[in-house]
T-cell receptor, first 111, second 111 residues
Framework: QKEVEQDPGPLSVPEGAIVSLNCTYS??????FMWYRQYSRKGPELLMY????GNKEDGRFTAQVDKSSKYISLFIRDSQPSDSATYLC???????????FGQGTRLTINP | DAGVIQSPRHEVTEMGQEVTLRCKPI?????LFWYRQTMMRGLELLIY????????DSGMPEDRFSAKMPNASFSTLKIQPSEPRDSAVYFC?????????FGEGSWLTVV
């Protein structure tokens, strides 16, 4: 079993829809949770960063962490075609040194 | 800020040849990471340095892989001899605080 599980998709939704992306994990020591966005043929870029449990909002993006269920989510409101990318969750027990990444979910927003 | 700079962007080489990938991290960042991304295994950490010193190389797949960081502005990842299963995208990344910044990757194909 992988430490971090993420449905690879692909996920296709119409423009304006609310998108929900999720990851589950098995290591209860994980404290740092991140979401990266990766456009085709580019490197991942940090989208959201959360420490421990709770919610964090940044514009149209909301990250949620439920440590009791070992489950994290990323919500995208009012999705745009420019949001089409692969979204990777990442987490670690001690800062950003040894991030463990999910497989990534490929998302397409259709105009 | 120029970001993390990697070279070459694309490399096609024959099995058995030596491959050297290069990275220039963002100035002032004290951590440098080498990752490998494949469809099957996703994004995997190979090795990381702190202040030019290798800290954890447990992700390096085998002795054919080696990495160096002779100074704060340069690192190399070498594969010798290369094999077809080494075909992947290799990312270099550097870190400030808890944010990791990725380069655009070196796309390696070993035939």
């Amino acid at each position: 079993q992988k430490e971090v599980e993420q449905d690879p998709g692909p996920l296709s939704v119409p423009e304006g829809a609310i998108v929900s992306l999720n990851c589950t994990y098995s290591n209860s020591a994980f404290q740092y949770f991140m979401w990266y966005r990766q456009y085709s043929r580019k490197g991942p870029e940090l989208l959201m960063y959360t420490y421990s449990s709770g919610n964090k909002e940044d514009g149209r993006f909301t990250a949620q962490v439920d440590k009791s269920s070992k489950y994290i989510s990323l919500f995208i409101r009012d999705s745009q075609p420019s949001d089409s990318a692969t979204y990777l969750c990442a987490m670690s027990a001690g800062g950003a040194q040894k991030l463990v990444f999910g497989q990534g979910t490929r998302l397409t927003i259709n105009p | 800020d120029a970001g993390v700079i990697q070279s070459p962007r694309h490399e096609v080489t024959e099995m058995g040849q030596e491959v050297t990938l290069r990275c220039k991290p963002i100035s002032g960042h004290d951590y440098l990471f080498w990752y490998r991304q494949t469809m099957m295994r996703g994004l995997e950490l190979l090795i990381y340095f702190n202040n030019n010193v290798p800290i954890d190389d447990s992700g390096m797949p085998e002795d054919r892989f080696s990495a160096k960081m002779p100074n704060a502005s340069f690192s190399t990842l070498k594969i010798q001899p290369s094999e077809p299963r080494d075909s992947a995208v290799y990312f270099c990344a550097s870190r400030r605080s808890n944010t990791i910044y990725f380069g655009e990757g070196s796309w390696l194909t070993v035939v």
